[in-house]
């Protein structure tokens, strides 16, 4: 009886495992999600036997802490590039986190490689700096190192010693849009764009980097959406197309541009507009400013009252 019981046991077992190993299999093998470097751990006890037995099924992975993100931002707009919908290209960011000792800096590791597309992480605890190699926005890494319970800033983002000018920034701040976007160069032919908004009105917007940044008269005067000479193509190169706020008057972006060059935004300006066709005269703009490169932007952290102290080398 005991013999019985124990083959049923095993029997019954094989089809779950198979219906979990081929979703597992299928996840994996989705062409949208980039490499990734991210804990990888033995197979439950209960499907060891399968997987020992079946030729064609790979080790089972358990699912990761924190879900991709990068997808799910890129829903909510629409980036009118050339390689629109692939996942972000690779580079380096560099934060500032308040780590004392080799414990955080343990923690910190430990909590980013459980993210999916981060390839390398480099932590200097003197100058309370983490450098990571990968493919996800900055916003999903810096909830991860908040996650810590420690401060974290970014400080710098690009390729370094590539580009004389890798990073930019427009800050929208306010009275009733504010947001930042992040423009960094990835090599001379592609840049990634991101960006956070909050305080529009729900539904499509169009956006843009537009040619000049002239703010006297907010997006209204700042001329037409930038398009280098030399591009050939039925839109701007400065067209971001279409993004889209939700209900809570929020929108998030993270995704890369073809042909853009970071050195040449800088001075020129980002619109938001109220309608997905930029037919308006434009509802918030703001200036495109140099932002800081990997290493360049080192900072303290004041131990006795937390205030931020920022450094530039």
Partial sequence: MVGFLRAFTAASAVPAAAVAAVALSSSSSSPSRPPSSRLRFPPPPSLSAFAASSSSSSAVRAPTAAPPMAAAAASTAD???????????????????????EGCVTAVKNRLQTLEGIQNIEVDLNNQVVRVRGSLPVKIMLDALHQTGRDARLIGQGNPDDFLVSAAVAEFKGPVIFGVVRLAQVNMELARVEATFSGLSPGKHGWSINEFGDLTKGAESTGKVYNPPDYLSEKPLGDLGILEAGENGEAQFSGSKEKLKVVDLIGRSIALYATEDKSDSGIAAAVVARSAGVGENYKKLCTCDGVTIWESS
């Fill in 79 to 101: 980036l009118s590039a050339p390689d629109k919908g692939t996942a972000l290209p690779e580079l380096t960011t560099e934060f500032m986190v308040d780590m004392k000792c």
